[in-house]
């Protein structure tokens, strides 16, 4: 058994629902699968931005039919990065964003869903894209298994970009239920050769609709074997759908975590801490 501490953290006032975090310098970025911004949280003055990414108005809670279902976010160099879950075909985008200028340039993500779906043998029922990170020269993309299936894969993708010059291979994962409810991978981080994440579980078999939250759990995968290495159920009633590191060490780490209350009234983020005591095993 690993241990853990969940605590709250900080309460951001301004947006709907979090799905992607990230962390830097003392901010915070989080993106929303009900809007099209990325919101950028200064701790220190508590404040924040929010920047359109697809050059319209900023909306905190769009429609669910025309939404962009942003899921994930990952920074890669002097770019942030946020994608949709591909889970309906306007849901098949991506924008990277200059973290300088703030210059959004979108990214169609099209051609790699479709050929995700196609290699891996999936429909779009099953097809849910909530994770995207790196690992040395490769991206990670990483499949929630809430629909028929309940297909947790893990698709490498390697290659140039993510337009037309990349190849795809991918490992399949069998994740836990959690309170008799099938859990589903909702985002990922690296640290050296593990993968650290995540998971959920709604009690409805669908990628598009919601169901009642039956909790979270936390665990890691050796990325060398491709290989879980344990999981551990940290709530019965959140589901936690971002995730990223705030400090580590060799005995221990600090994750920050974000929630998606599946509440479209709610208008405050709440923010959470995750210390877990690794005992020296990160590899």
């Not at 298994?145 to 994962?173: H, M, R, S, T, W």
């Not at 995540?198 to 009642?212: F, L």
């Not at 665990?219 to 999981?231: C, R, S």
Request: negative net charge; contains cysteine.
């Amino acid at each position: 058994m690993k241990k853990y501490l969940l605590t709250s953290w900080l309460k951001i006032a301004g947006i709907v629902a979090t799905s992607g975090i990230g962390y830097q310098n003392n901010e915070i970025q989080l993106v929303s699968d009900n809007g099209n911004a990325l919101y950028h949280y200064f701790i220190a003055n508590d404040s924040l931005a929010k920047y359109s990414l697809d050059g319209d108005p900023v909306t905190d809670n769009m429609p669910k039919s025309t939404k962009h279902d942003l899921e994930s976010f990952t920074t890669v160099d002097n770019t942030w990065y946020a994608f949709g879950s591909g889970s309906k075909e306007n849901r098949n985008v991506g924008f990277m964003v200059n973290k300088f200028s703030k210059f959004s340039t979108k990214i169609d993500l099209t051609g790699l869903y479709d050929e995700m779906k196609t290699f891996s043998e999936l429909t779009t029922d099953d097809f849910n894209i909530e994770a995207v990170t790196t690992y040395n020269q490769d991206w990670l993309f990483i499949n929630r298994g809430n629909g028929p299936k309940n297909a947790n894969y893990i698709y490498v993708v390697q290659g140039k970009n993510l337009i037309d010059d990349f190849n795809i291979y991918y490992f399949e994962f069998d994740l836990p239920k959690i309170n008799n409810v099938q859990s589903g991978f909702s985002d990922a981080t690296v640290i050296n050769n593990t993968l650290y994440f995540i998971a959920t579980a709604e009690d409805e078999t669908s990628t598009y609709n919601d169901g009642a939250i039956k909790g979270s759990l936390f665990g890691a995968i050796d990325l060398k074997k491709m290989k879980l290495l344990f999981t551990e159920k940290i709530s019965d009633t959140q589901k936690f759908e971002g995730l990223t590191v705030l400090e580590q060490s060799k005995k221990s780490v600090v994750f920050a975590l974000c929630e998606d209350a599946d509440d479209a009234k709610n208008n405050e983020a709440v923010i959470y801490k995750l210390q877990v005591d690794l005992k020296g095993k990160i590899k």
